[in-house]
């Protein structure tokens, strides 16, 4: 892994308190901010005592929009965000691409601690444990902040419960965006309290496999093209895909979901549902 490009993070001041602003809808506390590169973000809020999610699953966060010109009304500007963090945190974290133009994400990369979000409490999501059959391999399939449903599920005692194997890749266009994820599944390894509840040393399931497409790195190149080659199956030390030990869940682009879609279901296996579990599951509200 090369060095991983410097983090800043925002932490509460000392500072007087701004003016009261009119109450959001749904509020949440803002209370931590870190930036990893000009076009990625990640924050945490405070948890509604309600809220109950599984690991995996999204909901409809944001900000409140500009004042209508002849009313003077605003209207909340919401988009479909997985939770990063798993479902036993006590708050909630996300992580978020910057768009400069973006209706929600140029406001939303200059939120600061103490500051609040909209938070719709009703989570879903295809990209849970019960969307799948019992296997002994399971892949994450990865592109820029897709890996935010993954963070998820690396923190959730029940993926190594079900799997002998966890194997996630990213693939992102610069070294800098796998930062990330290369700190969560680092962090993982002195995690005192998953290492109690799942058991010492639990992330040697893991295999992660991080690739970039245009800044040079240890390993480059697109996944897909990767597993077409045979590389990654060799660079990783296992088998390719087979519908009796290996599910996959897919979080990308999505020009990368559906060629990876069609990649797996050339391996033989089939695409899940909650309501009717197969081999693989895409999350399809995510766009990268």
């Known amino acids: 892994m090369t060095e991983q490009r410097p983090v800043t993070q925002a ?5 007087a308190p701004a003016k009261a602003k009119p109450a959001l809808p749904d509020a949440q506390t ?16 405070t948890r509604p005592q309600t809220l109950r999610f599984r690991s995996g699953e999204f909901v409809m966060i944001g900000l409140m929009g500009d004042p209508d010109p002849k009313t003077g009304r605003q209207k909340p500007l919401l988009r479909a965000y ?11 974290e996300f992580y978020s691409i910057k768009v400069p133009d973006g209706p929600l994400t140029s ?25 799948l059959l019992p296997g002994k391999r399971l892949w994450f399939f990865a592109t820029g902040t897709g890996f935010a449903p993954f963070a998820s599920l690396l923190r959730e005692p029940q993926t190594y419960e079900d799997y002998d194997e966890i194997i996630i890749t990213h693939t992102c266009r610069e070294v800098g965006e796998l930062t990330y994820g290369h ?3 680092e962090g993982l390894k002195q995690d005192e309290l998953l290492n109690e509840v799942i058991g ?13 497409t245009r ?34 869940m897919i979080c990308g682009n999505l020009a990368f ?12 296996l089939e695409e899940g549902a909650n309501s009717k579990p197969m081999h693989y599951v895409v999350e399809k509200a995510f766009l990268d």
Not at 30 to 45: A, G, I, N, P
């Open 11 to 15: 932490t509460p001041t000392d500072a």
């Open 30 to 45: 803002v209370t931590e901010v870190k930036h990893y590169t000009d076009r990625l973000f990640s924050f945490r809020c």
């Open 82 to 92: 997985s939770i990063a963090s798993p479902s036993w945190d006590e708050e909630l």
């Open 107 to 131: 406001k939303l990369q200059h939120i600061a601690v103490g500051e609040e979000i909209i938070l719709r409490p009703k989570p879903v999501g295809t990209l849970v444990h019960d969307a």
């Open 183 to 185: 700190d969560l599944i």
């Open 200 to 212: 010492e040393g639990f992330w040697k399931k893991i295999k992660y496999y991080p690739t970039t």
């Open 215 to 248: 800044e040079e790195s240890p390993k480059m190149g697109r996944i897909t093209d990767l597993m077409r080659s045979g590389e990654a199956f060799e660079d990783l030390g296992t088998p390719k895909l087979s519908p009796e030990t290996d599910r996959a």
């Open 257 to 268: 979901n559906l060629e990876l879609k069609d990649m797996l279901e050339e391996f033989g």
